[in-house]
């Protein structure tokens, strides 16, 4: 399991004074980058020079309980599923001052080659950082 933690800031609150729902996809896509930080040159590389990407297909989210401004968060990332050219990310985000789950997510994402748009096999290496993370 893969934990990235930030805290929730004030322009991702709604009027009820919790985050907005759709920054959760956000805090995902940050955990998954913080994951595949630990490739050679990290995302950042991954993505402008080797312009490969992990564009999502299908995404499933269930709320729990809602997230405040200033609320430290703790994301948790596990890999239920790597194939050859699609992997599934799993995030438990929580509450750091409590361990309350607030959300769980599942994102199914295909390899692709972002000059052609097209899926491709997963790179050994990435396939190799995506299995450490198996569940």
Known sequence: MHVYERTVRFEEVDAAQIVFFARYLSYAHEAMESLLGALEGGYVRLVSERKVGMPAVHVDIDYKAPARFGDALRIEVDVPHVGSKSCVYRYRVK?????????EMTHTCVVSDLVRLKGIEIPDDVRALLELHRV
Do not use: E, I, R
Request: aromatic share 0%.
């Open 95 to 103: 509450k750091v001052a409590d361990d309350t789950l607030l959300a």
